[in-house]
């Protein structure tokens, strides 16, 4: 008579075993890429809003400052903290995050979002 109980746990290690490679694998795939802050953002240490609440919400507020300039031509935006920043994809997040292919691009491309703001408006010339 063979140990039925054995032979279960037996293959169970022996699955857990077999697809452990693929279970680290995965974890790792699954953590996006770091993106890269310019020295100039550095220095500036602060975005325009709190970071979770940038990377959660940058969408919105880039969202939100499109509608009040192009529909109430309120240019100036007051952050948390009291600084005023001019409300500008290009001239205010983009000299921060100039580097936009290590910064924006980063995370876009990893979950393979490409947004179309770039017909418009003028992307950052790096160097690649
Ligand atoms: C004055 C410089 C500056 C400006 C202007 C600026 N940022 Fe930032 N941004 C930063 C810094 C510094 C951080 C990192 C903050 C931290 O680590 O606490 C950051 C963080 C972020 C993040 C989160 C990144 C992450 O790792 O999750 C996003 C998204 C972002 N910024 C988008 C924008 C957008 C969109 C704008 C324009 C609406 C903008 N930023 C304007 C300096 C800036
Ligand atoms: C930390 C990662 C991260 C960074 C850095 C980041 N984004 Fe995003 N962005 C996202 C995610 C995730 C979404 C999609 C959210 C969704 O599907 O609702 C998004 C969505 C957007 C959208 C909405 C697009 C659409 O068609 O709905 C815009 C616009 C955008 N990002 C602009 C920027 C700009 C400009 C920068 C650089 C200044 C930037 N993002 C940096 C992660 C990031
Ligand atoms: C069809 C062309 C076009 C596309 C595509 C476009 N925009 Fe714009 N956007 C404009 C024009 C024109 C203005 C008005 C410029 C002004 O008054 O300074 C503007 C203004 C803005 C402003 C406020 C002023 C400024 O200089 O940034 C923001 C923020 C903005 N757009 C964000 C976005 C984002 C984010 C996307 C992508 C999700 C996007 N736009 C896509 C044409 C476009």
Not at 67 to 91: F, I, M, P
Request: proline share 5%; net charge neutral; hydrophobic share 30%.
């Amino acid at each position: 008579m063979y140990d039925g109980g054995k032979i279960i746990v037996g293959l169970i290690i022996g699955i857990g075993l077999l697809l452990s490679p693929f279970f680290y694998n995965a974890g790792k795939a699954l953590k996006p890429p770091e993106p890269e802050l310019t020295p100039k953002a550095k220095e500036a240490k602060v975005c325009v809003a709190s970071k979770e609440y940038m990377t959660n919400n940058h969408m919105h507020l880039l969202d939100e400052w499109r509608q009040t300039v192009v529909r109430n031509a309120e240019r100036y935006y007051e952050s948390a903290d009291g600084k005023v920043y001019y409300k500008s994809l290009q001239v205010t997040c983009l000299d921060c995050h100039s580097n936009k292919t290590k910064f924006c691009d980063q995370c876009h491309n990893y979950i393979g979002m490409d947004p179309y703001c770039w017909d418009c408006h003028l992307e950052p010339k790096e160097n690649k």
